[in-house]
């Protein structure tokens, strides 16, 4: 209701599927084949969490089942034991994190050790720390519970064997698909699809992507200049609601910016 008291015009459903970046004014083409032409853009198309293969996941989503570690979260589950799900940076610094004000952490990976997926100096973190728990090849098998979860069942993917355990947090940190599919060609990416923006476009970057101005982008800018990229869609966002509207307010300045010089 605020967004339309400012008269934009907005089309529910209509989801992109593409972008023509080769000519200005830019030309978003969405599913129904309807094009929008646009001097300046922000994305905000966000990501995709990977979720655990379990059928009644989402009851538990937000009451049992969290895919951040943030302060509040380790205050919730003070002195108990936890679980983080994942094999990679992400899940390792949630469980050195978490090591601090929980019982004892479980940290469940699918293969059969850390090496190959995590940095070795949260290795060596996790192996000192003896609040840690690393299970290898484990994955999560049932959620229990009502209202909350309430127990989780884990199996060893070798030969089966189950156990169940009174254990409530359970963090999934197995990483995220960016929706950035329908951006091919037109902006820089990281290496996990994610946009590049501002600061952590290299020189490298910008040559490749044809930056054809002498500024440096600004903050949230692509490799596209007046194509801005806010949110989980953007390569190391923090990915929290908070922070996603904060930069899409400062993507607006930015806008503004562009359209002035123009």
Request: aromatic fraction near 6%; hydrophobic fraction near 40%; charge should be neutral.
């Amino acid at each position: 209701m605020q967004t339309q008291k400012f008269g934009p015009q907005l089309l529910i459903g209509d989801g992109a599927k593409g972008l023509a970046c080769d000519s200005k004014p830019y030309v978003i083409i969405l599913d129904n084949g309807v094009r929008v032409f646009a001097r300046s853009v922000i994305i905000a198309t966000g990501a995709q969490y990977r979720r655990l293969k379990v059928e009644n996941l989402s009851q538990f989503e937000g009451s049992g089942v969290y895919y951040g570690a943030t302060f509040m979260e380790s205050q919730l589950c003070r002195d108990e034991e936890v679980i983080i799900v994942g094999g990679g940076n992400s899940a390792g610094q949630a469980a050195v994190f978490l090591a601090q004000t929980s019982k004892r952490v479980h940290l469940l990976i699918r293969s059969g050790g850390l090496a190959e997926t995590m940095s070795r100096y949260l290795i060596r973190r996790i192996e000192q720390n003896q609040a840690i728990v690393v299970r290898p090849h484990t994955e999560i098998a049932e959620l229990n519970g009502g209202v909350h979860l309430e127990s989780v069942t884990w199996r060893d993917n070798r030969n089966e064997e189950r156990e169940n355990h009174a254990i409530r947090p359970v963090f999934v940190m197995a990483g995220a698909i960016p929706n950035t599919g329908w951006l091919e060609g037109c902006v820089v990416r990281d290496a996990n699809g994610f946009i590049k923006t501002g600061p952590d476009l290299s020189q490298e970057d910008l040559t490749e992507g044809g930056w054809p101005t002498v500024r440096r982008p600004y903050l949230l800018e692509t490799s596209l200049p007046g194509v801005f990229a806010v949110g989980d869609v953007r390569s190391g966002s923090t990915k929290r609601v908070a922070a996603a509207v904060g930069e899409g307010s400062i993507a607006v300045a930015f806008v503004h910016q562009v359209l002035h010089a123009a």
